[in-house]
């Protein structure tokens, strides 16, 4: 169970003196390191794959897990379907539920990415305006770093239906929770400006570029407290890498992806909908014949499709809890180690991190050296693309455009993951391939169009 | 690749309906008997497997090469998103355009399922009415028969933003394809009454339940003449089954799933979308980056997912070749069987078949004795379940409601024909799974089995 503070809470005793904690034993059948690099040998073992961030990692008995499933279905798909495919989802629904300590099986419901979820939760706003349930203007607010697919998402429901979008400006680099308080604060009074509702503020748990831890339970109060109708939060970064305690942020509505760092297979999310007056208008874009039966069981059938990622959650858990801690325990020290790596970056380069440790989960921004000459969006993709090809190096860039007056700007920051297959040498190779393109005057100019 | 079939509609030349295809030379390289049992060995056994048509089936070559496709991208997924997937997405839609004879790939995008298409095709249609191009009440017209899953969507995105719907009822049993045509044209004026348009009319190219091959080239030229705005075909079963030429068959929007009767392995479908030359303000409803840069790349990146059985229609491609004829070698011998064993059964059991054998294509309607006393989509539903579960038999059952009092079509019995089950033929099928179907119902009837004693 997810605790704010991501210790483990331990049953009391009745009446006698507590005895001390037990001191989780480290149990003999802990996953050691050789059965860690055996269940990810089938990653390219060439490439030092420091961006588990944007497309996550599945176990071997996970992706064996997901064949039996597909198996089955290919066996006698008539049986499975009237027989076992719904229980089957029912019961990965109610392992999502207990992990993110949601009150209800029925506020849970299976999509297949973050990408999914904010067209389920938008469409319902369009239709809103559509409906004139809502007025033309009426604001929906997000973050200016708001993921590119919801950015759209915003454009094709909302904008498309009358609706006004306000971004959140946040700084980066960034260094504390309270610069990202305040801009957000200044966004919701320009969202209510002209007397118009905010009927939605979109609100990220981990932006993805940068990458930023952001304070959200803080952000939804006050939400709350401004008289915002509903509240989105983004997490697709969430369950595996920062606590997710559904309750305790208070939102109406969040999403994660579990094949991001909760180790399934591509692709399954969670978008958990509190349970209110509302979560009858939720549907799910592509309309089966269970339209109108609730959210949860219209996503878990859409017509004939491969279901069996979504299937395998129960033996995700049985994974994740192989390690030392559970998926606690892995968060704890993927976070450790990849602020210890970004530091031993930074330090190697003579750059910052992107925001205090703190701020960051399994994935931290480290500043690139100014002299590679970073100038543009452009330029850190083929930077990116050059590290991959002559260094055998994975790890996206992001392209911080400088301010006014900046002296030797940092313009370029590299997000680098950490997840339980990763080594130290990952990051000795990054360290030493930008060190290599800086003893060698490399620029990004001199990189081809 | 498309040749004409006759059994789509257009003008009848009389012709017999085994259109005279050359003979291909059988190659010592054709698929063997045994090769073909060993692809689809995983299939249960002791299951008369009598059910092609719901979820299809997925050869093991096939599966094999989908599962290197998945192990492609978790080995390094970056560089695949960013060098692998776009022109492995291009080029199965590249061999979709050719196998359907579309002009240009741009026509041609790959999503999940018809079911996915149609939820594309009404939200534009949606929009069409919130934006305020349409009038309130302008018309949807769609089949009685159309699949659940279209007429739900059509309640979510059609009737709440304004528009009506109308529903055709197409007559079943059928005789022939002018009862369809004539059923149509009067479904057609009801939606124009009172000087309504009619945006849209949704057609199915095979029904599902209860299972017929429509003309559907007949029917997109009737929508044609009676001014009908666009048309959609709804083809779930239709590629690899019937001839497909979208040219020749006119619709504006045309979708089938290559999982159903194609050998690809769940999911995957293609929507053509007939070029215009304004913006068609077709959308997927799963909204990426990709937004505004056409259908066919909006759909194939909507997140991070597994697309490897988008990527894997080549493969299934090359797996069809490899029989005697390829697909079309394929689709005949399914027809011819199918129809066989649909007569066969008949004749055992003293019914009828739902349509004559040019109005079906690897699927047809076969009626259960009355003796079953099936009254009621439940009482089918249990049937389907019983026969699963008691004789190993995989078959849907549609239940036909009794038009009038002493209409409709009756067994040797004289009892009213009110069951229909839907036998598929596919490559893996033998003439045993039918005759063990056969019996099941032979045995239920002597023995007084009747649904009401179903609990």
């Not at chain 1, 597909?70 to 066996?75: K, V």
């Not at chain 2, 149509?184 to 009454?193: A, V």
């Not at chain 2, 490899?322 to 697909?327: D, I, L, P, Q, T």
Request: glycine share 8%.
């Amino acid at each position: 169970m997810a605790s704010p503070d991501g210790n483990h809470r331990h049953p009391e005793t009745n009446g006698e003196a507590k005895p001390p904690a037990p001191k989780k034993q480290k149990l003999s059948t802990s996953i050691t390191d050789s059965e860690i690099q055996s269940e990810f040998s089938h990653h390219d073992a060439s490439v030092a794959r420091i961006n588990n961030g944007s497309f996550g990692s599945c176990p071997q008995s996970i992706i064996s897990a997901q064949q039996r499933w597909q198996l089955r279905f290919l066996r006698q798909p008539d049986s499975f379907y009237f027989n076992d495919l719904k229980a089957g989802i029912l019961e990965s629904r109610e392992f999502i539920r207990s992990l993110i300590n949601a009150d209800d099986v029925s506020e849970v419901s299976i999509v297949d990415n973050a990408t999914t979820a904010a067209a389920v939760v938008l469409q319902q706003i369009a239709w809103g305006f559509t409906e004139g349930r809502f007025q033309k203007g009426d604001v929906a607010v997000m973050l200016h770093y708001a993921y590119g697919a919801v950015k759209k998402s915003m454009e094709a429901y909302v904008t498309r239906a009358g609706g006004r979008v306000v971004e959140v400006q946040l700084p980066f680099p960034v260094s504390s929770k309270e610069e990202i308080i305040t801009e957000f604060r200044r966004a919701l009074e320009r969202g209510k400006e002209n007397g118009q509702r905010i009927r939605l503020a979109v609100i990220d748990h981990v932006t993805s570029m940068p990458s930023v831890v952001i304070p959200v339970k803080e952000l939804v109060k006050i939400c709350r407290e401004e008289d915002v109708d509903q509240v989105f939060v983004d997490a697709a970064h969430g369950i595996g890498c920062v606590d997710v305690d559904v309750k305790e942020i208070g939102a109406d509505f969040y999403t994660s992806n579990l094949h991001k760092w909760f180790f399934s297979p591509p692709s399954v999310a969670f978008l958990y909908c509190r349970r209110s007056a509302k979560l009858s208008d939720l549907h799910h874009p592509v309309v089966s014949h269970e339209y109108g039966n609730g959210l949860a069981i219209e996503s878990a059938w859409i017509g004939t499709r491969d279901y069996s990622a979504q299937l395998v959650v129960p033996s995700v858990l049985e994974f994740v809890n192989r390690f030392e801690g559970g998926i606690e325990g892995i968060k704890k020290r993927n976070h450790e180690q990849v602020v210890r790596m970004g530091e031993m970056l930074a330090k190697s380069w003579g750059t910052q991190l992107g925001c205090p440790p703190d701020m960051c989960s399994s994935m931290v921004m480290i500043g690139l050296p100014w002299c590679l000459g970073i100038t543009s969006e452009r330029d850190t993709l083929k930077l990116r693309v050059h590290l991959r090809d002559r260094f055998a190096v994975e790890v996206p860039i992001y392209y911080r455009a400088p301010k006014e007056g900046e002296v030797d700007p940092v313009t370029g920051y590299a997000r680098i993951s950490h997840q339980v297959y990763n080594k130290v040498e990952d990051y000795e190779r990054f360290r030493d391939a930008i060190n290599k393109l800086v003893g060698d005057k490399f620029t990004c100019a001199s990189l081809s169009a | 690749m498309a040749g004409d079939d006759p059994r789509n509609g257009g003008s009848s030349h009389g012709h017999s309906n085994h259109r005279h295809v050359a003979k291909k030379p059988k190659l010592s390289q054709s698929i063997s008997e045994s090769e073909i049992r060993a692809e689809f060995s995983h299939h249960a056994e002791g299951v008369a497997r009598i059910n092609n048509g719901s979820f299809g089936s997925c050869p093991a070559s096939v599966q094999s090469a989908h599962r290197d496709w998945q192990l492609r991208f978790l080995r390094q997924p970056d560089e695949f998103y960013f060098n692998i997937l776009k022109d492995g997405i291009l080029r199965s839609r590249t061999l979709i355009k050719a196998l359907i004879n579309a002009d240009d790939v741009e026509e041609v995008s790959l999503v999940d399922n018809a079911t996915t298409a149609a939820a594309i095709v009404l939200q534009q249609v949606s929009r069409g009415f919130a934006e305020s191009r349409f009038k309130p009440g302008d018309t949807v017209v769609m089949l009685h028969c159309a699949f659940q899953a279209v007429k739900k969507s059509i309640q979510a995105y059609v009737t709440p933003a304004g528009g009506s719907v109308i529903e055709v009822e197409l007559p079943f049993p059928v005789s022939s394809k002018e009862e369809i045509i004539d059923a149509f044209k009067l479904g057609l004026d009801r939606g124009k009454r009172d000087g309504r348009t009619v945006r849209l009319a949704i057609i199915d190219h095979i029904t599902s339940m209860p299972s017929v091959l429509l003309p559907v080239k007949d029917l997109v030229r009737v929508c044609r003449e009676e001014g009908v705005e666009r048309v959609f075909v709804d083809a779930a079963h239709a590629i690899g089954s019937v001839n497909v030429d979208v040219k020749e068959i006119g619709a504006d929007f045309y979708v089938s799933n290559l999982h159903k009767w194609f050998f690809c392995p769940p999911s995957v479908a293609f929507l053509y979308c007939r070029k215009v030359d304004f913006s068609n303000d077709m959308h997927h409803p799963v909204v990426s980056h990709e937004y505004g840069n056409g259908l066919p790349i909006e759909s194939a990146w909507i997140g991070t997912r597994d697309y490897s059985s988008q990527l894997v229609v080549p493969s299934a491609v090359e797996f069809v070749e490899r029989f005697e004829g390829g697909v079309e070698g394929i689709m005949r011998w399914n027809h011819e069987e199918v129809v066989k064993m649909g007569k066969m059964l008949v004749e055992s059991w003293g019914t009828n078949l739902g349509s004559p054998q040019e109005m079906c294509a690897s699927m047809i309607m076969v009626g259960l004795p009355s003796r079953l006393l099936i009254s009621s989509t439940e009482d089918a539903s249990k049937l389907r379940s019983y026969i699963r579960e008691h004789h190993g038999v995989e078959v849907p059952i549609h239940y036909q409601a009794p038009k009038e009092e002493g209409e409709g079509p009756r067994d040797k019995d004289g009892g009213r024909i009110t069951g229909y089950a839907r036998i598929s033929h596919q490559v893996y099928n033998t003439a045993e799974d039918y005759y063990k179907f056969r019996d099941a119902v032979t045995e239920l009837v002597e023995k007084n089995f009747t649904c009401r004693l179903i609990l």
